[in-house]
């Protein structure tokens, strides 16, 4: 008689925690957030010079209903009409709209994350939740600075008027960010340190 085959044996899968329910299983994106004025693009710039070399970490190029002369970060300046059709097509992973702007994450960072790379890209606090739901593994690096400090940057870049500054200042004594991916990123100091602290919170 002829042994009967011995049972496989199979583990019960495990349940995804919150930062981790979707494909891709491996990449992580890291989703830089904090109030205008705090250095976010200066601490990006200089984290993807010191990781230039790095070919498992990318550094996404927004596009942004903007001119590219207006300044500011290097984006990909798209019209609202270009803007609306790419978002219909679904060709942005994460949009957003901000003071009169439209803002769009590219879904070719679905690509990169599957491959198991890290995705470092500046988005509003109101599309966290969007990323951490469907976007796999989210690490957040909340950014701040002394309120002070905060409104002489915003003074020297001219955009904003007094009261307006006044505002923003109001909204960044506000600005909360909560979860257990959430890396806190203080931007006090010079700027190799706040450099050093976001490549740190990007590798680690």
């Known amino acids: 008689m002829n042994a009967s085959p011995t049972p496989s044996t199979t583990s019960a899968p495990s349940t995804p925690t919150p ?29 993807r010079a010191a990781l230039a070399d790095d070919p498992a970490v990318v550094f996404v190029r927004r596009d942004i209903t903007r001119p590219a002369e207006a ?66 593994a989210v690490r957040v690096v909340s950014v701040s600075a002394d309120p002070e400090q905060l409104a002489e940057r915003l003074r020297q870049r001219g955009r904003e008027s007094d009261a307006e500054i006044a505002d923003r200042i109001a909204r960044a004594r506000a600005y909360s960010i909560a979860g257990d991916d959430v890396v806190e990123l203080r931007n006090d100091s010079d700027r190799e340190s706040g450099i050093a602290q976001l490549v740190a919170a990007i590798v680690g």
């Open 19 to 47: 930062s981790s329910r979707s494909t891709p299983r491996a990449g992580l994106l890291v989703l830089v957030v904090g109030p205008s004025g705090v250095g976010k693009d200066t601490l990006i710039d200089g984290a």
């Open 71 to 136: 300044g500011g970060e290097d984006h990909q300046p798209v019209s609202e009409a270009e803007f609306l059709r790419h978002e219909a097509a679904g060709d942005y992973a994460l949009s957003w709209r901000a003071h009169g702007l439209c803002y769009g994450v590219p879904a070719d960072i679905l690509q990169d994350l599957a491959m198991g790379r890290r995705v470092v890209a500046n988005v509003s606090r109101g599309v966290i939740d969007e990323a951490r739901g469907r976007l796999g």
